[in-house]
Every structure is written in structure tokens, then in C-alpha cells.
């Protein structure tokens, strides 16, 4: 089995690293998110089509000329559509309306477009639910903290078992800033906006960051009784072990994805690019970030 010198060249990798998470944690701080409806409200549209309904992509070429905001096109049923988007005054919504009927009349005279509903509707993320959010990760990295710790409890020596449990909490620190800074740069230059399916995935970024470092610290606590090396060389043996099974696991999903970025719809798009973005970053963590940290607290304790 190959032996890359890993844990050797930990300056280059942690120097990636830092170079990355300063960059986008300041285009995070900086230009913050450009917020969607879901954070910043706006209207709600529900329309029915008395022949056939448009597509998607027909429904956003014909609105293309009023420039509307956060727009988000959903069919419903077989003739329903509903359309959200951030302007809210009655002159967007006649506009609207008038290019649908256009739209509908293209194919066939005979087809128009009945309103069932029109209503402002206000963020489904309010200030509360934000607090409320803030709380529940913080509580999910105090109580992944405390598992890490306890599971790797045996393993006091060379390094505590708390230490475990704080670089793997550092490197999933440092995937979701760099996620979020992404998302401040894409927002700044090419205005994608950020709604609920972003929090699921930054959420679920952070739950596969931890989880795919604690499987490289599982090897490190198999290999520590039986190993011959030092401390830094368990680690890089063990970080050579599980190399493949992570690049492996990394690029299939990856494939899924940007399958999902390229190929999907615009509502689900944002979704799978962040994931993309974080699940890639997170492989990177979990194998230049937090075992080096290890080692550098290591031989800071000699």
C-alpha cells in the first residue's frame, strides 16, 4: 500500500486551509447573503390554466421582461401553478397575470388563466425560529463534543480524548464558513440567493464533516495500541488506510450532484450546489485538517 507523507507536509495543507477560510469568512463578513423570499417575505400567486399548462421554463421566459425578484415557479396538480416572488404591489401583479394569459393563448386562443389566490406572505424564517436555530446547533456541537470525548475516552494518551472532539468540531467550524463564504461570493457577483433548502444543507454539511473525520479517528484509536510508529506516523498510516474509502465515498456523491447542479430544476439547484461545495471542503477537513491538528497539539504537549 502506498504511503503518502500526509502528516508531513501538514504546513501546506493547513496553509490551503487558512488561506481558504480567510478569504471567504471575509466575502462572508463583507458582502453578507443575498436573501430569498423565504428570509425576506413577498407574494404568493396561485393560477389555473383552463387547457394546458406551460412548462417551467416557458412560465420563465414570458416573465423574463419584469425582472421579478426571488422568483419560484411550482406546478401543482395538473393545471395549477404557483408562483413566488418578492415584489408585492398590484401593478407586478397585473403584469403577471397579463403575461400568463399571453403565455396561455400561444398554443391555443381557447386557454386562460384563472387566479385562485393572490396574498403577501411573510418570511417562513422568522427572528424567532433564526434564535431558536442558533440554539440548536450550538447544543448539537456541545453534545457531539461530549459523544467524541466519551467515545474516544481510552485514547488519553499521547492526546486527551476531549482534543478528538474539539479538531473535529474546528474542521466542520471551518467547512461551514468556507460554505457560507461561497455563497456571500456567488450572491455578490452572480446574485444566487440563499432560502431554507440552504440551512438543510449547511446542516447536513456540518453532520457529514464530523462524521466523515470521526471515521479517520476511529482508525487512528484501532491502529494506536498495535502501532510500531509514533504518533505521527499512526496518523499518517492511519489516514492512508481510510484515503480511498474517503475519495471513493467523496466523488459518487460529488457525481449525484453536480448531476443535480447541471441537470435539475432552479428551486433544487442552490440546494445541491452548497452540498457540493460543503461535502468537498468537508473530505478536505477530514483529512488535511483535523488529523494534523492532532499532531501539532501532540508535540505541543512535548
Not at 178 to 197: D, R, S, W
Not at 206 to 223: A, K, L, P, Q, W
Not at 282 to 288: C, E, K, V
Amino acid at each position: 500500500m502506498t504511503n503518502f507523507k500526509i502528516i508531513q507536509k501538514r504546513k501546506i495543507w493547513l496553509t490551503i486551509s487558512g488561506v481558504l477560510f480567510v478569504v471567504f469568512a471575509a466575502a462572508l463578513f463583507i458582502w453578507g447573503f443575498k436573501f430569498g423570499i423565504d428570509f425576506t417575505g413577498g407574494s404568493l400567486l396561485e393560477v389555473t390554466y383552463q387547457g394546458a399548462r406551460p412548462t417551467v421554463s416557458q412560465v420563465e421566459s414570458g416573465l423574463a421582461d419584469l425582472k421579478l425578484s426571488s422568483l419560484i415557479i411550482q406546478p401543482v396538480g395538473d393545471h395549477d401553478m404557483l408562483l413566488r416572488f418578492q415584489e408585492t404591489t398590484e401593478e407586478s401583479h397585473q403584469a403577471i397575470l397579463a403575461k400568463l394569459n399571453d403565455l396561455a393563448k400561444t398554443e391555443n386562443n381557447d386557454n386562460s388563466v384563472v387566479e385562485q389566490r393572490f396574498e403577501s406572505v411573510g418570511p417562513s424564517i422568522g427572528a424567532e425560529l433564526k434564535v431558536k436555530s442558533l440554539w440548536a446547533i450550538f447544543f448539537a456541537l456541545v453534545a457531539m463534543l461530549s459523544y467524541i470525548t466519551y467515545a474516544f475516552r481510552k485514547v488519553s494518551r499521547p492526546v486527551a480524548s476531549w482534543k478528538y472532539g474539539s479538531a473535529a468540531l474546528i474542521a466542520m467550524f471551518h467547512d461551514a464558513v468556507i460554505t457560507m463564504g461561497v455563497f456571500a461570493f456567488l450572491g455578490h457577483y452572480y446574485a444566487v440567493e440563499i432560502n431554507t433548502p440552504f440551512v438543510a444543507a449547511l446542516l447536513t454539511v456540518i453532520g457529514y464533516s464530523v462524521h466523515d473525520t470521526i471515521v479517520v479517528f476511529d482508525r487512528i484509536r484501532e491502529n494506536l495500541p498495535k502501532s510500531n510508529f509514533d504518533f505521527e506516523g499512526t496518523v499518517n498510516v492511519s489516514l492512508n488506510q481510510t484515503l480511498a474509502r474517503s475519495i471513493n465515498t467523496t466523488m459518487t456523491t460529488l457525481l449525484v450532484l453536480f448531476s443535480i447542479v447541471i441537470f435539475g430544476g432552479s428551486s433544487i439547484r442552490s440546494f445541491a450546489l452548497a452540498l457540493a461545495v460543503g461535502i468537498f471542503i468537508g473530505t478536505y477537513s477530514s483529512i488535511f485538517v483535523a488529523p494534523p491538528l492532532l499532531v501539532i497539539w501532540e508535540r505541543w504537549k512535548k
